[in-house]
């Protein structure tokens, strides 16, 4: 299956990498030996160059990666985190992100490039990028620090999660 290039992003096809242009920025795709990408008419088809045994599946993966650069460069990706609990806070300090965790300790997480972090109200982050896998494991990180545990449910939790909550101990 084709990955189509929308109007205003450009690939350049080369021999061991692939390069996707567009509005937002650029990404590159390093390739797999065995893998060929071909640009025929604004899409990039992808194919497995011999019948070597897992290629198909590497072929479909690097689909897959073509596809989520096209949207990154065109749209961008966006995570929504949440803090739950009380004194929980979330502030943006030049390149570091401060988070107040009910740790006895401040939390400075460095902000890794390629990636943008805003906190539009003390409970709430959002981690923007054009790499869908940089903005996932950015996510992912700040989640670690304290994830939601399963009595009261406070700790860091993505916007769409939903927590299942355990009944406490009985007498």
Known sequence: MPVDLPQGVSATVGENAVT????KGSLTLALKSGIKVE?????LEVEANSTAE??????GATRAHLANMVTGVTKGYEKKLELVGVGYRAAVQAKSL?????FSHLINYAIPEGVTIETPSQTEIIVKGIDRQRVGQTAAEIRGFRPPEPYKGKGVKYSDEKISLKEAKKK
């Open 20 to 23: 996707v242009k567009g509005a």
């Open 39 to 43: 640009l025929k008419d604004k899409q």
């Open 54 to 59: 897992g290629l198909n599946a590497v072929a």
């Open 98 to 102: 401060t988070l107040t965790l009910g």
